[in-house]
């Protein structure tokens, strides 16, 4: 198998190129202005941006995960496929290179992106990680309750009204500070740590002679906010992620210092994700690996964090804080240069054919940024980031009734918003393509499928991100 993907790469691409493996990297719920700005400690980060190609007003194609990321791993926008569950059709990066002689990997562990959704299809190594937490039955059943209090007891419909009350409150305050001191390891165990994809991904590497492609999503910048390098104690910890649950469901404001202390948790999951980054590009250094390796990080959304009062990115204002995202390319003969042209994630997947060398298969969005990084031409993909349904019903079906669209332009950012009855003017030039867009959304398309279809553990799972109530 590895000897008949080498015939077909070596046939239908240039013998030379910039790079031949692609470490594509994505952080969930991660916004840019906290890369971009000293509001962080993010050496690696900082030093990806320093000597590679840096888009500083990149746009994710969604707000969720759901809606981005089949997006962002096909160069084409969440309406002109569907989004939630991947369409068989859909030409995804994963196959695509695989047929081209790749070996392909990807990593993570959020619901979304799991096998059931289509997420594996053309991957020779897929994990879905799981935690991995002390075993037991107090330990269980404890940390169980534990994500129960800061996921807002999604599991309990019963406890719907209840978890509004300010008894709840109270007792929750109590059992959050009670558990978080007698369950060993009380911190986040709904997600992997950024350090078991790396080992996992490097293995994988030292195991593979052909030229690779990997992927991961990273889950350590996504709610619950709590780093495994944290200055708080667990139960504090533990109660602001647990506020930020009330804000969502019951919108209960959070004070201002609650919001400090909020806005701290999320600095250091950043700022850990770092640390590990930097960990894993000094161990692919070391294995020869870096200086034939492209990177692409970038986030497949951003957060909310206290803007019109709302945490998190169950939202449908697709403004600045939900779309905008950093976006950094490097390799060891890209230019060291800053693009502040609006340019869409979708633009990711076809630039790294093109400088493979690859055909790009028919029913992509994106075009590739090879003449912007190059050339300093304009990018010929629209900024748009859409969403077909009620943001309060993630999962729920789409309708034109509840479509957001919303376009970068170099002027600002603009809305067609029906959800709430403020379409776009007709005066403005960017009318046409948000109705196009919304035009475009099939609400008969095989993808959109209710949440029980899922299987339990994923969508306890996507319960735990605070995704489905």
Known sequence: MRKSKMYLLWVAVPRYRMFENVLFLVADSLRQDFVATNQTNTPAIDKLRA?????????????????????????????????????????????????????????????WCDSSNGFSRGFDDFEYFTSNQPSGLINNQGRKLLRELTSGFPNFPRLTELRRTSFAEYASRFLIRTLAQTVPESRNDVTADASRLHSRALNWIDDTTAPWFIWHQYMDTHFPYMSPNSEMPASKQLYLNYRMTRNRIADVSISPQEQRSLLKLYREEIEYLDYELG??????????ELSNTLIVFTADHGEMLG???????????????????????????????????????????????????????????????????????????????EMGHDPMDFGGPPSKDT???????????????????????????????????????????NTYSENDDMDNETKQRLQDLGYLE
Not at 280 to 287: P, S, T, Y
Not at 405 to 428: K, R
Request: aromatic share 8%.
């Open 403 to 445: 479509t957001v669209v919303s376009v970068e332009t170099e002027n600002g950012i603009i809305i067609g918003d029906w959800l709430h009855n403020n379409p776009p003017s007709q005066n403005l030039d960017e009318y046409e393509l948000l109705c196009e867009r919304r035009e475009t959304l099939d609400v008969k398309d």
């Open 51 to 111: 000597d590679g190609i840096e888009f500083t007003r990149a746009r994710s194609p969604g707000p969720g995960t759901s809606v981005s990321m089949p997006a962002v791993l096909s160069g084409a926008f969440p309406f002109t496929h569907g989004y939630k569950r991947i369409n068989p059709n859909r030409p995804m990066i994963a196959p695509t290179l695989s047929d081209g002689g790749y070996s392909t990997a990807g990593y993570h562990s959020n619901g």
């Open 307 to 385: 803007e019109y009062g709302q945490f998190g990115h169950k939202s449908a204002r697709l403004g600045t804080p939900l779309t905008h995202v950093p976006l950094i390319m490097w390799c060891k003969d890209f230019p060291s240069k800053k693009i502040h042209t609006p340019v869409s994630l979708v633009d990711i997947v076809p630039t790294i054919y093109n400088y493979l060398g690859i055909s790009s298969p028919d029913g992509l969005d994106g075009q590739s940024l090879q003449t912007v990084i190059e050339k300093d031409a304009m990018p010929v993909t629209p900024a748009i980031s």
């Open 279 to 288: 960990e894993l590009l000094d161990k692919l250094e070391a294995r020869g």
